[in-house]
């Protein structure tokens, strides 16, 4: 089992830049697949991001390719999400998730899916202010 804690949220100005981390607990963390959801006010949870165990794939939501950039460090049993410009539709809580027990091609079909994943943190505030 892994616990999920993220950080590195807060207030920003559109056109700034964030970088969120999420710790993970347990000593089996480069066994799994992470990725990273929000939900803004009113929404539903939405994929944003995702990165296989070695971090040698990655794989975006549209509306965050190539502003936002994944990353992983298995020594430091940590996932990072670089979010640059901002934006004010990227306001949302922000969510770290893994799965674990996937062979990569089955990641390959299931990592946007919120339902694949089996251990979630509380998640961090974004805000966007325009």
């Known amino acids: 089992q892994v616990q999920l804690v993220e950080s590195g949220g807060g207030l920003v100005q559109a056109g700034g830049s964030l970088r969120l981390s999420c710790a993970a607990s347990g000593r089996t963390f480069s066994s799994y697949h992470m990725g990273w959801f929000r939900q803004a006010p009113g929404k539903e949870r939405e994929f944003v991001a995702t990165i296989n165990w070695s971090g040698g794939s990655t794989y975006y939501a549209d509306s965050v390719k190539g502003r936002y950039t994944i990353s992983r460090d298995n020594a430091k049993n940590a996932v990072y999400l670089q979010m640059n410009p901002l934006k004010p539709e990227d306001t949302a809580v922000y969510y770290c998730?893994?799965?674990?027990?996937?062979?990569?091609?089955?990641?390959?079909?299931?990592?946007?899916?919120?339902?694949?994943?089996?251990?979630w943190g509380q998640g961090t505030q974004v805000t966007v202010s325009s």
């Open positions: 998730a893994a799965v674990a027990g996937v062979s990569t091609s089955n990641w390959v079909r299931l990592r946007a899916v919120q339902s694949a994943y089996d251990y």
